[in-house]
């Protein structure tokens, strides 16, 4: 009996000893959460950092831009007349000087043979006159002899010839000579109707040569109006006429993009730019061309052009290209992260870790940007660190542990934050 009551009594010794470790454990965790947390809460936050670099900047437009045919016309007859052959169709591909179609204008040929005739007239007449100046030089002649004779008789004997007769030698002599006089002058007309004559032959040939259409420059016939047969109007009598075909030059592309008045200040001849082909996926890169220098007075942007070379035909007028132009480039510019950049109103404002990790707010001037940097031009040197993302998150003065952003500090060619 007395055995049994020790074991119980060794049994509630053990409970009751378990019990009071158990408390004392307890006391102390419960003694160390209130030390943990003021630990927690003396830490100073982190924040991402970046440093002020120097580095290259360039500010780029991206936008879509058209291709258009070098050169495009639509080729009208310049006279009136039958469509006799058409050589082309569209999609067919011609050289400069290449006969594109033929007209049939009758009364046009009647005219050239008139003009033939004209000339071979004025030639004949030129022929005339020469034999009649010819012979009124002759007549002349004689008269002229004549009356020498006679004088010189009357000289010699003077009472053998009457003053009557010597004086109509000399008349005749004077009327002679006039004659010669005027056989010249008929022949120098004659030469200048000759000149009138040719210049009527080669309008009246110039007029049938235009009967031929003639393409201007190699290209692609883009769209046929008329077919064999069908009557065609002078492009130069009547508004209403229509063109027998549209002709493009498609070796040679325009690339046109709109560039804003904002950044037209910054085009340039030369500037370059990355273009890629929606269509395709080609990519290659071209220089400014020309530039209109003006703006569309609705869209306020200007008209920019590139020049981009289509030899082997990939390329159709038509057909959209991204663009991506650069506007504006510093080689060696102060630079920082576009996410360290807050706004507030006009101000540009960014959050400077100080040498004492203390925030402080720091207004800045700010130049050309692209999607990653900004220009700095006033407020931050290199080597400055500054806050990059969670901006909200910082109150001037508090002390923060900076830690360096690989997002901000790595060349970004993929979005994301930190």
Not at 104 to 112: H, I, S
Not at 333 to 356: C, F, G, H, R, S
Not at 361 to 382: C, F, K, T, Y
Request: glycine content about 6%; proline content about 5%.
């Amino acid at each position: 009996m007395q055995i049994r009551l020790k074991r119980v009594l060794l049994v509630v010794a053990g409970f009751l000893a378990c019990v009071a470790i158990g408390a004392l454990v307890f006391h102390h965790v419960q003694a160390d959460v209130p030390s943990h947390d003021a630990d927690s809460a003396n830490a100073a936050p982190r924040a991402a950092i970046a440093l002020v670099k120097r580095e290259p900047v360039t500010n780029t437009l991206s936008i879509a831009g058209e291709f258009l045919p070098y050169q495009e016309v639509e080729l009208h007859a310049k006279v009136a007349g039958y469509i006799r052959r058409i050589n082309v169709d569209i999609g067919d591909r011609v050289k400069a000087g290449q006969v594109l179609a033929v007209l049939e204008v009758p009364e046009l040929n009647a005219q050239v043979q008139g003009a033939d005739a004209g000339v071979r007239h004025s030639r004949e007449e030129i022929l005339r006159a020469e034999n009649e100046v010819a012979r009124a030089k002759a007549t002349h002649k004689a008269l002229h002899e004549e009356a020498k004779r006679l004088e010189q008789v009357a000289k010699e004997r003077p009472e053998l010839i009457a003053q009557q007769e010597i004086d109509d030698a000399e008349a005749k002599d004077l009327a002679g000579e006039a004659q010669v006089e005027a056989a010249k002058s008929a022949l120098a007309a004659a030469h200048q109707q000759l000149e009138v004559s040719k210049a009527a032959h080669s309008q009246v040939t110039a007029m049938q040569d235009y009967s031929r259409i003639i393409a201007p420059f190699d290209g692609v016939v883009t769209w046929r109006y008329a077919d064999t047969g069908a009557l065609i109007q002078a492009g130069t009598s009547n508004a209403n006429s229509a063109p027998v075909v549209k002709l493009a030059q498609v070796n040679l592309l325009r690339l046109r993009i709109p560039v804003p008045e904002s950044m037209a200040d910054g085009v340039r001849i030369g500037r370059p730019a990355d273009i890629r082909v929606q269509a395709t996926g080609l990519r290659f890169s071209g220089k400014v061309a020309r530039f209109t220098d003006s703006f569309d007075r609705s869209t306020r942007t200007m008209q920019v052009e590139f020049d981009v070379p289509n030899t082997d035909y990939k390329l159709t007028p038509g057909m959209y290209a991204d663009v991506v132009l650069e506007i504006q480039k510093r080689a060696d510019a102060i630079t920082v992260p576009v996410q360290a950049i807050t706004y507030n109103n006009d101000k540009k404002m960014v959050l400077l870790v100080d040498a004492q990790n203390r925030v402080q707010v720091r207004e800045i001037q700010i130049g050309i940007e692209d999607p990653h940097r900004v220009e700095v031009l006033a407020g931050l040197d290199p080597g400055d660190r500054v806050v990059v993302g969670n901006l909200g998150a910082y109150q001037p003065g508090q002390r923060v542990d900076p830690r360096p952003s690989r997002m901000a500090d790595a060349k970004i060619d993929e979005g994301g934050t930190d």
